[in-house]
């Protein structure tokens, strides 16, 4: 169960994002952020594996650094002011495949996954599998368990479509999407009661149906 002192932390941090004050409080990032959200994820990935059976990493392998990559950000702050998880078939390393995210800030608790960063290829065989099945992609992302988690499916779109995804998208206007995603965002508070895991566990299970069909298109 994760604990008052962790949201403290990210608080604090938010406040005081520079590397003097992370240095002389590493050591309590350690034990009430990073030990805590680790065994966390690994908890949450234990409830997981009813319904997603090929994960094989550990919640090492899917938490992502709090250190910021500040090289081409305008945002020149050293640290994020959140912790975060992948969570798909080999964590980081599979990012391009659909799977679940999980980011956890002071002020606020995001929920999703589906997806998000696709390139050329990936893209166009999830279009395919799309225009090839519409009714089932629709009944997916209509599901009623999905609608109440997550609303509706999200991404950003192309305005111009080549051929031939042009004339599928006349039918079928998702198409146009070149993101396939899901999220949700809800008070963090809710991550300190007892059965947190459980409940993240069960909103990603409203979408594990969708993130199946979008990697089964990626095969």
């Known amino acids: 169960m994760l604990k008052p002192e962790l949201l403290q932390f990210l608080y604090e941090l938010s406040q005081n994002n520079h590397r003097d004050w992370f240095e002389k409080n590493k050591k309590r990032y350690e034990e009430t952020v990073k030990k805590p959200f680790e065994e966390f994820i690994g908890q949450l990935m234990g409830a997981m594996r009813e319904y ?8 090492k392998e899917c938490i992502h650094r709090i250190y910021r990559d500040t090289r081409f950000s305008a945002n020149k702050t050293p640290y994020k002011t959140h912790v975060s998880a992948i ?3 080999n964590g980081r390393k599979s990012m391009h495949l659909p799977g679940y995210y999980f980011h ?8 999703g996954g589906g997806a998000y960063s696709l ?3 990936p893209l166009a065989k999830i279009r395919t599998a ?6 089932s992609f629709h009944a997916l992302i209509e599901a009623p368990d999905f609608v109440s988690n997550f609303g509706e499916l999200k991404g950003d779109k192309n305005k111009v479509l080549q051929a031939p995804f042009k004339e599928m998208a006349q039918k079928e206007p998702l198409i146009f999407n070149k993101q396939f995603y899901f999220m949700t965002e809800t008070d963090p508070e809710i991550c300190l009661k007892p059965d947190f895991t459980q409940y993240v566990a069960e909103q990603f299970r409203a979408a594990k149906d969708l993130n199946h069909f979008l990697r089964a298109a990626l095969a």
Do not use: H, R, S
């Open 130 to 135: 799309i225009a090839q099945d519409p009714e």
């Open 104 to 111: 956890l800030e002071f002020g606020n608790l995001m929920l």
């Open 87 to 89: 969570l798909t078939p």
């Open 119 to 121: 390139e050329k290829e």
């Open 52 to 59: 997603e059976p090929n994960f094989k990493v550990g919640p």
